[in-house]
């Protein structure tokens, strides 16, 4: 007989557990790590991923909250990136403890008066002066996820040397000795603190080993097969055999054989004794068969990325593995690549020697797996590498003295940064960095040339009209040919032709190599100049060389630095545009959103904030993948259309199917007894979807008409969500990506107070910052040098794009000075007159919306307003929320709505 199955008990692959998780086992990490901080040691767990820190730090935690001490986690990850600066990084860690301690400090206000200190003085102060004056507890911060550093762009060695400061100040201040950290992370020490210089805080920390689960503490687990197994002891034995623990695992397995067991009509085990081969059949098609395929959530590959993505010492990795695949076991060291491969949680300390994890690592990544992928990794170090196309980008009249100008190397940053994201657009790798620039790779010679070509029209773009331009320009050669790979590095004749060939290109230019041009002649869009013969040094033979000139988007060739004057900013910004700034950050989570499978994108914002032209670049984006795209707009439909569900679903079909360039066939699959809503989906997934063999990217533009019809609205904007959650479980819609694009203000008249469309990844542009409306002036041919005026523009308009453009537009035809501009901007003899008489009516038709604005408008500081106003008047574009509180969008809103507002 079987026991009765808890069935509220489930099993947790992946995450952190909750501190109550009936699945939790206790280990020796926990009591070492509970009472190391109780006595205030500081303390440290450095291990694999997927060990469970996590699930650790959130028990001891709650631990210690329930003994008296104050405690806060600062994960790391949710505030360290690329992009970000040492001061963003340092303030959020301030505010972290600010929000974990719930403490009483304005920290922006805090920081202000500081900012004469830098980053690491100003936590040093904080940590002082606020937290342990505020906070008399006994006191733990954990650090989680402390491995982030190593991807940040400064050093924070200073960080570490904080904390062992905080250590060494308990024998001069006594409040420190309440104070104690743990940090825990994927790292080894060594690797965390770079010049060695600095003291460190895990010489004076108590390290804490994770071990793997054991039979003996792993009750909890069993507690969960009671009901499913009549022998739940027998079955976790052999569980723990195939893991050795290893929590992830673990919890995955169980979940795996309970799951089993819920679909499965068969005994489970059939017979008692027979629980190995049971459960390693279990394992060998559920975990290992297909592995790659299978790792869900993912472990296996993590690790496999470890070994393989680490490319300094990948190699060694590799062969170390090898080693212990072929003796078993090898004696355990403390050099790096012994600790790295610890920490990629494949093998294990045991007895004072490394061996395997467990059986499943074993068998997954196996002797003929390692010998594959090592015989790969060698190859690169010594084998000619054939075919390959190499791209070198070099600085235009490169000297070192231009790397001591800090305004230069600024823009030589920004210049090498969008070169990075081309050249990772079109599937290339950056192979090594000079001083004077950077070797690129690509699949192919076509995607190298479609890449050069990219990048010199954008740096083209942005260096228009800024003094000393060809200082700032790159010279571009592209070569097709043999190179060598050995030690992480990269030689051959192929690396100095190439490195060559750039100089012989024009500032701007694109040299290509007679065996690049053979293969892209037949695809360039471009005109190509056959420079004849040339002899290059160490090159035996003279090589036919070719040009690409260089990209002229705005200055005039006949005339110093004058400009060919745009039409009026109106509308989308063109593809093509020199006009157009870009959100490189933006623009890429849309491009990889619409990358996934069944992709759902949800652009909205008030009107003039650039929608429609951050769409068309994802558009062209699309179509550069071979995606198939599909552009409509609501704006272009009859009302009486609009009017009608089952006119607008043939409408959409109809459209769609022209675009493509199909057949119409809605009479074939339009049937009236199953309604107009599930014949259009019939339509898209059984014939639409089912005649391409790429992803469809549908763009729905001014959605925004179709909330004026809420009959029909409530049944469309249902339908496209429907769509988006079919994607997670039929294959077909996963080809369909769309794009859903509307304007906010609809909201005011139609008395929305929420969004009708709240699926997919949302999307909220932001306004110019004073460096882009520089940027922008300067395309313009303004000669602005100090940011003066566009400090100044910057308090009127706030960045607003739109207002932005069109006094930029104005300034550069000198049709108005810039003190002209300010005097007038608010008034109606200003330039912004129909802007914001289209706001003033929308108030004159909603009195109380106008009455609350005049509130905000006329108060010197933040204030709060009911919630339905708020949303309205930021949907209008015309206020800001600042945290709880909201002010005016912009000055020119406060001056011209200051007045106005009154005689309503």
């Not at 922006?108 to 937290?131: A, G």
């Not at 068969?289 to 993912?298: G, H, L, R, V, Y």
């Not at 198939?628 to 679903?649: A, G, P």
């Not at 501009?821 to 007159?833: E, N, R, V």
Request: aromatic share 10%.
């Amino acid at each position: 007989m079987f026991a009765k199955f808890n069935t509220t008990y489930q099993y947790q692959p992946g995450g952190s557990l909750p501190p109550d998780a009936p699945t939790y086992v206790v280990r020796q990490a926990d009591t070492e790590l509970y009472e190391g901080l109780l006595a205030l040691e500081y303390c440290y767990v450095l291990n694999a991923r997927q060990m469970g820190k996590s699930s650790l730090r959130v028990r001891t935690m709650d631990k210690l909250l329930s003994s008296g001490f104050a405690c806060a986690e600062i994960e790391l990850s949710g505030i360290g990136s690329q992009q970000i600066t040492a001061p963003q990084w340092y303030g959020g860690i301030i505010q972290e403890l600010v929000s974990g301690f719930q403490l009483q400090i304005n920290r922006r206000s805090w920081l202000r008066e500081r900012d004469d200190l830098s980053p690491i003085q100003c936590l040093n102060e904080f940590i002082e002066t606020v937290l342990l004056i505020q906070i008399q507890q006994k006191i733990v911060i954990f650090i989680d996820e402390i491995d982030n550093v190593l991807g940040l762009k400064f050093s924070t060695d200073e960080f570490f040397a904080l904390i062992r400061h905080c250590y060494e100040n308990r024998a001069m201040k006594p409040a420190y000795r309440r104070l104690s950290f743990a940090l825990l992370g994927v790292a080894a020490p060594s690797d965390l603190i770079q010049d060695k210089h600095y003291s460190t805080p895990f010489n004076i920390g108590r390290a804490i080993e994770l071990q793997g689960f054991q039979i003996k503490d792993s009750e909890p687990l069993v507690k969960g097969l009671v009901g499913k197994l009549n022998n739940p002891q027998a079955v976790l034995k052999e569980i723990l055999y195939w893991t050795n623990g290893q929590p992830f695992l673990t919890q995955k397995l169980c979940w795996l054989i309970v799951n089993h067991c819920n679909n499965s009509t068969e005994f489970c085990p059939p017979q008692e004794g027979e629980e190995r081969q049971w459960i390693e059949q279990i394992v060998q098609n559920q975990i290992i068969k297909n592995w790659e395929a299978q790792d869900e959530p993912e472990h296996l590959r993590t690790i496999r990325d470890r070994l393989l993505c680490n490319t300094p010492k990948s190699t060694q990795l590799l062969q170390l593995y090898q080693q212990i695949l072929q003796q078993g076991t090898i004696p355990a060291q403390n050099s790096p690549e012994y600790l790295e491969l610890r920490l990629s949680g494949l093998v294990t300390q045991h007895q004072g020697s490394l061996v395997v994890k467990n059986p499943i690592y074993a068998r997954v990544f196996n002797l003929d797996w390692v010998n594959q992928k090592l015989a790969l990794q060698l190859a690169n170090s010594k084998i000619v590498a054939t075919d390959l196309t190499l791209m070198f980008a070099g600085i235009v009249a490169f000297t070192p003295e231009m790397l001591v100008n800090q305004q230069y190397l600024d823009i030589v940053q920004q210049n090498w940064q969008q070169m990075r994201q081309y050249c990772q657009q079109f599937g290339g790798q950056v192979l090594k960095s000079f001083e004077n620039g950077l070797l690129f790779s690509f699949e192919s010679a076509e995607k190298a040339v479609d890449s050069a070509i990219e990048m010199q029209k954008a740096l083209a773009i942005a260096v228009t009209n800024l003094l000393k331009p060809d200082k700032l320009l790159h010279q571009i050669g592209i070569h097709l040919g043999e190179v060598f790979f050995k030690d992480n590095d990269v030689l051959g004749k192929g690396v100095d032709l190439v490195a060559q060939l750039h100089t012989q290109a024009e500032p701007g230019g694109i040299c290509l190599s007679q065996t690049v041009y053979d293969q892209v002649k037949p695809h360039l869009q471009v005109n190509v100049v056959n420079l004849g013969q040339y002899k290059l040094k160490d090159i035996s033979e003279p090589i036919f060389l070719y040009h690409i000139s260089p990209y002229h988007p705005v200055l005039s060739k006949n005339t110093d630095n004058s400009l060919n004057f745009p039409s009026y900013p109106s509308g989308a910004v063109p593809l093509d545009s020199p006009f157009y700034i870009e959100q490189t950050a933006l623009e890429m989570q849309v491009c990889d959103e619409i990358r996934k499978p069944g992709a759902l994108v949800r652009i909205k914002a008030p009107r003039e904030i650039g929608k429609t032209s951050l769409l068309l670049r994802t558009l062209d984006y699309a179509a550069r993948q071979g995606y198939h795209t599909v552009s409509l707009n609501l704006e272009q439909i009859d009302d009486i259309i609009l009017n009608d569900l089952n006119r607008f679903l043939r409408w959409l079909c109809s459209n769609v199917t022209r675009q493509l360039q199909l057949e119409p066939k809605l009479e074939e699959y339009w049937d009236e007894d199953i309604g107009s809503k599930i014949s259009c989906s019939l339509y898209f997934r059984n014939y639409l979807l089912k005649q391409i063999d790429t992803p469809l990217v549908l763009s729905l533009d001014e959605v925004q008409y179709i909330f004026e019809h809420p009959l029909v609205a409530k049944d469309v904007l249902p339908l496209f969500r429907s769509w988006y959650e079919e994607a997670k479980r039929e294959p077909i819609w996963q080809k369909l990506r769309l794009i859903i694009v509307h304007s906010t203000e609809i909201y005011v008249p139609l008395q929305l107070k929420q969004s009708p469309f709240n699926v997919g990844l949302p999307i909220e542009l932001s306004s110019f910052n004073v460096e882009q409306v520089q940027q922008l002036a300067q395309r313009y041919g303004l000669n602005w040098t100090d940011y003066q005026e566009a400090t100044e523009l910057m308090a009127m308009l706030e960045g607003h794009p739109a207002l932005v453009h069109t006094a930029i537009y104005h300034l550069s035809r000198k049709q108005i000075t810039f003190a002209q501009f300010l005097d007038t901007a608010a008034t109606p003899s200003g330039i912004y007159l129909h802007h914001l008489q289209r706001h003033q009516v929308t108030l004159q038709e909603q009195p109380e919306l106008a009455k609350a604005l005049d509130i905000v408008i006329n108060s010197h500081q933040p204030i709060s307003l009911d919630p339905s106003m708020t949303y309205k008047l930021i949907s209008m574009g015309v206020i800001k929320q600042l945290r709880d509180k909201v002010i005016p969008t912009c000055e020119l809103y406060r001056q011209y709505f200051t007045s106005r507002n009154s005689k309503l």
